[in-house]
């Protein structure tokens, strides 16, 4: 279980005092405190047409 390279995340929801922040990644949710979420380097990419 872990974020690895070229997963994609989708930030579900954040506290309201921004700590902890949910995000689905691989079909799981997975709430990591803020300070672990700002080590992760994104890229964002185009929303995919349904």
């Not at 070229?6 to 902890?20: C, H, M």
């Amino acid at each position: 279980m872990g974020i690895t390279k070229n997963s994609e995340i989708y930030i579900r929801k954040v506290a309201p005092l921004g700590d902890p922040v949910q995000i689905n990644i691989r079909h799981y949710e997975l709430s990591i405190r803020k300070a672990d979420a700002e080590l992760i380097a994104i890229e964002e990419i185009e929303k995919k047409d349904d």
